[in-house]
């Protein structure tokens, strides 16, 4: 099974500043590598897929990076409705494994 | 646009057999596949199984052999069953579509399952 190794567990930030979260894959994936965001009592939300395609109707300060087995999501100037969970995943084999989640909080 | 509902018990006794329906509008499972997700409380997402577009199935190989996963192409419905229910399979499960150009781009509202006596 591919191991999907997220950091940082969680993240504190100032509003308007600029954060990045890191997912390293225990093996080569492709570029098959998702984000999600994951608000509380709700169900996680696609923001970026194939490395770093934008899901529709996701704010352009989203963003995602990344080849081989590292890969990154960057969130531009942060903002209030931002702060929450984010997830990665590989789904480029079966089984798809999600990284163990960044919390992100305001400083 | 899709949309997917997920419903079963609440409630389930140790070691008994779980049963979950993901009920999806808005596509068609033979175009999409169809995955489920849980979440214990507090904790992170764990991939369980998919059964894709052409009705192969995949599942996370620590659960294997303890689950199913099938589907009802005339009910738009996805069944996963879920045997020797343990505590520690208390969890919100989700139902998710995918395609093979797309992650989980849809998800249910979640169901919420307690393994308690």
């Known amino acids: 099974d591919i191991q999907m190794t997220q950091s940082p567990a969680s993240l504190s930030a100032s509003l308007g500043e600029t954060v990045t979260i890191e997912c390293l894959a225990s093996?080569?994936?492709?570029?098959?590598l998702a984000w999600y965001q994951q608000k509380p009592g709700k169900s996680p939300q696609l923001l970026i897929y194939y490395a770093n395609s934008l899901n529709d109707g996701v704010p352009s300060r989203f963003s995602g990076s990344g080849s081989g087995t590292q890969y990154s999501l960057k969130i531009n100037s942060l903002q209030s409705e931002d702060v929450t969970i984010y997830f990665c995943q590989q789904n480029y084999d079966s089984p798809f494994t999600f990284g163990s989640g960044t919390k992100l909080e305001i400083k | 646009q899709a949309q997917l509902k997920e419903s079963g018990p609440g409630l389930v006794q140790p070691s008994r057999t779980l049963s979950l329906t993901c009920t999806v509008s808005g596509f068609s499972l033979t175009s999409y596949g169809v995955s489920w997700v849980r979440q214990p409380p507090g904790k992170g997402l764990e991939w369980i199984a998919a059964i894709w577009s052409g009705g192969s199935t995949d599942y996370n190989s620590a659960l294997k052999s303890r689950l199913s996963i099938s589907r009802d192409t005339s009910k738009s419905q996805v069944l996963l069953k879920m045997n020797s229910l343990q505590t520690e399979d208390t969890a919100m499960y989700f139902c998710?579509?995918?395609?093979?150009?797309?992650?989980?781009?849809?998800w249910g509202q979640g169901v919420m399952v307690t393994v308690s006596s």
């Open positions: 093996e080569e994936i492709y570029s098959n």
């Open positions: 998710a579509r995918f395609s093979y150009t797309s992650p989980f781009d849809y």
